[in-house]
């Protein structure tokens, strides 16, 4: 079985002589880039308004290189046709934030330039998130730096729980016990939303139920959406919604947006959110702050169950002119001062083991729950260029709509979803 969970069991004593870093250089010093520019792409729509970082990053990249930073802002929702369209006319960027699961499949249209030597130069593949090298890896190569990665983990209202006497759930049953109680006492609250288009909702359950995805057997990718473990999975995560009426029917076409638009309308209870949402929670809804708290994706019977390790690499292109300075660029936003800051300012997890032991030794409610999902309980998808196409057909999304909706059983859609993903996975 692949394994799922993170070993970044030393993180505060991983000093990897960054000091150099922390003044938000690269510590090389040693690109001289006068009258050059350098073009970057970073995405926008889920990202927190980062114009004033970039300024502040241009500035210090100026006054390091003499080079020029070019900053262009994508909405994640068009980036990937635009990066295919630029990909196909040779004009891509020079660097650019790219997706976890996108990073392989641009790699492979032999679109990215390879940056391990880099690293390996630079004394930093020892101290990169493991999860996040790996999902930057393709055949054998890093395409991606880690840059920052977010996790999924239970948003509950603290103000709710303590109000009905009720603890944070440590398993299963206790969500629904708790869900079925906030029900009754709170009628128009949804206890637990169960949304129909957010597929990384659904995987911890596929996951704490010792379940996989998809899994590579030889050179055939083979889903495990319908095994035994992960209908189990499955089960319980739309029996939420269709046997204990803990969502809503409303909540059949929901994103993620929707959800934490709901929970900032005081009309969720509990529900899966990321490590990036409490400072949007608080911004849009002053009035909850202080209200609300995390908890890890409780295992079965206890314990965690798995959740997916979500986040973005930087990479370079092959059609960049200058590949030292691109690098320069790339390692001055993933170490030292200016990672720090991203990560602070988002809510994000830096894509450095050694970046990441404020967040691991917090022992604030909004920070430590995620930094525990992240660390011990982190998981990734495939990886495999093939994977983002499975995510365009939105398979997952389709299975977990057909059951919530009730046009299909568990069992069928389970077997419908798992064939078309290894359909689409070798290429039929």
Request: net charge negative.
């Given at each position: 079985?692949?394994?799922?969970?993170?070993?970044?069991?030393?993180?505060?004593?991983?000093?990897?002589?960054?000091?150099?870093?922390a003044?938000g250089?690269?510590?090389?010093?040693?690109v001289?880039?006068?009258?050059?520019?350098?073009?970057?792409?970073?995405?926008?729509g889920?990202n927190p308004?980062?114009?004033a970082?970039?300024?502040?990053v241009g500035?210090?990249?100026?006054?390091?290189?003499?080079?020029?930073?070019?900053v262009?802002?994508v909405?994640?929702?068009?980036?990937?046709?635009?990066?295919?369209?630029?990909?196909?006319?040779?004009?891509?960027?020079d660097?650019a934030?790219t997706?976890t699961t996108?990073?392989?499949?641009?790699?492979?249209?032999?679109?990215?330039?390879?940056?391990?030597?880099?690293?390996?130069?630079a004394?930093?593949k020892d101290?990169?998130?493991?999860?996040?090298?790996?999902?930057?890896?393709?055949?054998g190569?890093?395409?991606?730096?880690?840059?920052?990665?977010?996790?999924?983990?239970?948003v509950?209202?603290?103000?709710?729980?303590?109000?009905?006497?009720?603890?944070?759930p440590t398993?299963?049953?206790e969500?629904?016990d708790?869900g079925?109680?906030?029900k009754?006492a709170?009628?128009?609250?949804i206890?637990?939303?169960?949304?129909?288009?957010?597929?990384?909702?659904?995987y911890p359950w596929?996951?704490?139920?010792g379940?996989e995805?998809?899994?590579?057997?030889?050179?055939?990718?083979k889903?495990?959406?319908?095994s035994?473990?992960?209908?189990?999975?499955?089960?319980?995560?739309?029996d939420?919604?269709?046997?204990?009426?803990?969502?809503?029917?409303?909540?059949?076409?929901?994103?993620e947006?929707d959800?934490?638009?709901?929970?900032?309308q005081?009309?969720?209870?509990?529900?899966?959110?990321?490590?990036?949402?409490p400072?949007?929670?608080?911004q849009?809804?002053?009035?909850?702050?202080?209200?609300?708290?995390?908890?890890?994706?409780?295992?079965e019977?206890?314990?965690?169950?798995?959740?997916?390790?979500?986040?973005?690499?930087?990479s370079?292109?092959?059609?960049?002119?200058?590949?030292?300075?691109?690098f320069?660029?790339i390692?001055m936003?993933?170490t030292?001062?200016?990672?720090?800051?991203?990560?602070e300012q988002?809510?994000?997890?830096?894509?450095?083991?050694?970046?990441l032991?404020?967040?691991?030794?917090?022992?604030?409610?909004?920070?430590?729950?995620?930094?525990?999902?992240?660390?011990d309980?982190?998981a990734?998808?495939?990886?495999?260029?093939?994977?983002?196409?499975v995510?365009?057909?939105?398979?997952?999304?389709?299975?977990i709509?057909?059951i919530?909706?009730?046009s299909?059983?568990?069992?069928?859609a389970?077997?419908?979803?798992?064939?078309?993903?290894?359909?689409?996975?070798?290429?039929?």
């Amino acid at each position: 079985m692949r394994k799922r969970t993170l070993p970044l069991a030393v993180l505060a004593t991983a000093a990897l002589g960054l000091t150099a870093c922390a003044g938000g250089g690269s510590g090389s010093g040693d690109v001289s880039a006068d009258g050059q520019t350098l073009t970057v792409w970073i995405m926008q729509g889920t990202n927190p308004d980062s114009e004033a970082f970039f300024k502040e990053v241009g500035s210090a990249f100026k006054k390091e290189t003499g080079a020029t930073l070019k900053v262009e802002y994508v909405q994640w929702a068009d980036a990937h046709d635009r990066f295919v369209t630029s990909i196909a006319g040779n004009t891509t960027p020079d660097v650019a934030e790219t997706g976890t699961t996108w990073t392989a499949e641009f790699a492979d249209a032999g679109a990215l330039a390879p940056i391990g030597d880099y690293v390996d130069e630079a004394g930093l593949k020892d101290d990169l998130v493991k999860g996040l090298a790996d999902s930057g890896t393709y055949d054998g190569e890093l395409y991606g730096m880690p840059w920052y990665a977010g996790v999924r983990s239970i948003v509950y209202r603290t103000d709710v729980f303590e109000e009905l006497g009720l603890k944070a759930p440590t398993t299963w049953q206790e969500i629904i016990d708790a869900g079925t109680a906030i029900k009754a006492a709170k009628p128009d609250m949804i206890p637990f939303p169960v949304p129909g288009d957010a597929e990384f909702t659904a995987y911890p359950w596929v996951w704490g139920a010792g379940g996989e995805v998809s899994e590579l057997d030889g050179d055939t990718w083979k889903s495990g959406l319908a095994s035994d473990d992960s209908r189990k999975g499955i089960q319980f995560w739309t029996d939420l919604a269709t046997k204990y009426d803990l969502s809503s029917s409303g909540a059949t076409t929901w994103k993620e947006t929707d959800v934490l638009d709901n929970f900032v309308q005081d009309k969720v209870a509990m529900a899966i959110m990321g490590s990036w949402t409490p400072a949007t929670i608080v911004q849009k809804n002053p009035e909850l702050e202080g209200k609300f708290a995390a908890i890890p994706i409780p295992g079965e019977d206890g314990g965690m169950s798995p959740s997916v390790l979500g986040g973005s690499h930087l990479s370079m292109f092959n059609t960049s002119k200058n590949k030292d300075l691109a690098f320069q660029f790339i390692e001055m936003m993933t170490t030292g001062k200016f990672a720090s800051e991203w990560a602070e300012q988002t809510g994000y997890f830096p894509g450095q083991t050694s970046l990441l032991s404020d967040s691991t030794e917090s022992d604030d409610p909004l920070v430590k729950p995620f930094a525990e999902q992240f660390v011990d309980g982190g998981a990734s998808l495939p990886v495999t260029p093939k994977f983002g196409a499975v995510q365009a057909k939105k398979t997952t999304n389709a299975m977990i709509q057909a059951i919530l909706s009730g046009s299909k059983s568990v069992d069928q859609a389970t077997t419908d979803a798992a064939k078309e993903m290894d359909d689409i996975m070798n290429g039929k």
